[in-house]
């Protein structure tokens, strides 16, 4: 990630969010409204908690825009937490006469237990208030950005969820993505819409009420379920990322944004570990030609990676989500004060958080495929980038 970089800053709870995101070049058309559209996806989904009623984020563009159009230089983005009123004395910045008690309960699966110890805190708030997921609002917020110069140049990321639990989707990408019907992007698009406007953001409608159900169930017990979610890249060209070194390697950026992200667990590029069940002559692609379409595949078991580099296919990622570590009805620890065994402390959380953590998931793609972009064809701004990408060899391909 050497060209387009990000950092964020801020608190659960405190007064708001931070990020600077830089190596966006200059020209490119950016509104507020870009990004609240994402922020607002975000925020979705059935089995969400209380927290989302409270914040309706709209995140300030500060610096790097004049009159509509990036300046090449960095973009700062403010988000403010509304909750905050509630949270002055508890996460004040300066001393306060009457700190709260600590918290020292650590909940199962979340970062307290080896935060306090890596820091040497005795109050695990001031780990979990940075561990947690409201941070991943400005993750959103850079990868709009990401987003809209993506559109500059064609390329589409979708997302959707195909599990909860054990119910599954019949409807992925690997499926409708593959054959040589020359109409399966535009129907993949159809699905997606559907998937766009299912409260758990699954374009399998049987799957959708089954799912909800599930998450009903989950709440009246006190429980969180988790998933698996899929994100596409449509347009991609041909050659982002290399082979040559370890570091370069376009599924390697892709994995390590995706376990980046809070709650993930695994990541699969096409197949993923279906690769280890089938052999050599069911797993790879074969390549065929035809005028005057070009260049076509049967299946995209490789998930639109080769080597590292992107090969003119679909990218196709799919992500395991945990079940959420705040439980309604609290698991078992141990106070690290009086060393009493004892039920973890419960924090406001979600029941089932996996339809958001696709669009955090296509926001990281979408900066990861702007890096590998700008890598590939360079440019300071929007003008000279489309002049260097016209230049590229353009592979006709058939789907």
């Known amino acids: 990630m050497n060209k ?39 925020q979705r989904g059935y089995g969400r908690g209380d927290r989302q009623k409270i914040e309706q984020d709209k995140a300030k563009i500060m610096t790097g825009v004049r009159y509509g159009k990036t300046l090449g230089s960095p973009i ?68 709009a950005v990401a987003r809209k110069l993506l559109s500059e140049f064609g390329i589409e990321i979708y997302g959707q969820v195909i599990q909860i639990e054990n119910i599954k989707s019949s409807l992925t990408a690997l499926d409708v993505l593959s054959g040589n019907d020359k109409n399966r992007v535009d129907k993949w698009r159809e699905l997606l819409q559907k998937a766009e406007q299912s409260p758990v953001a699954c374009a399998d409608q049987q799957a959708e009420s089954d799912i909800m159900a599930r998450i009903d169930a989950a709440a009246e017990r006190g429980d969180t379920l988790g998933g698996i979610y899929e994100i596409v890249a449509l347009n991609v060209p041909v050659g982002l990322g290399s082979h040559v070194h370890w570091d370069r390697r376009l599924d390697a950026w892709i994995a390590m944004a995706m376990m980046g992200i809070n709650a993930m667990k695994s990541v699969e590029i096409g197949l993923g570990k279906g690769v280890a069940d089938i052999p050599g002559s069911q797993v790879h692609d074969e390549l065929f030609y035809n005028e005057p379409e070009g260049y076509y595949r049967l299946r995209n078991a490789a998930g639109g990676i080769e080597g590292g580099m992107s090969n003119g296919e679909p990218i196709i990622v799919r992500v395991a989500m945990k079940p959420l570590p705040t439980l309604s009805s609290p698991l078992r620890s141990v106070d690290a004060g ?55 060899p353009h592979v006709p391909l058939g789907w």
């Open 76 to 143: 700062g983005l403010l988000l403010e937490n509304k909750d905050w009123p509630n949270w002055t004395e508890k996460m004040s910045v300066e001393p306060v006469q009457n700190p709260v008690g600590p918290l020292q309960m650590p909940r199962p699966g979340h970062a307290d237990f080896a935060g306090m110890v890596k820091y040497r805190h005795d109050d695990l708030r001031n780990i979990l208030e940075r561990s947690s997921a409201r941070e991943t609002a400005m993750r959103v917020a850079a990868g």
């Open 338 to 392: 009086s060393k009493m065994s004892k039920q973890a402390f419960r924090e406001r959380s979600d029941v089932c958080a996996v339809p958001a953590a696709v669009v955090i998931a296509e926001a990281m793609l979408a900066i990861v495929l702007a890096n590998a972009l700008v890598d590939k064809i360079g440019g300071d701004s929007i003008a000279e980038m489309k002049i260097h990408y016209n230049g590229l």
């Open 4 to 42: 387009i970089r990000f950092l964020t800053a801020g608190e659960s709870h405190g007064q708001a969010l931070m990020t600077i995101l830089e190596g966006i070049p200059a020209g490119l058309d950016l509104t507020s409204e870009d990004i609240e559209d994402q922020l607002r996806r975000r």
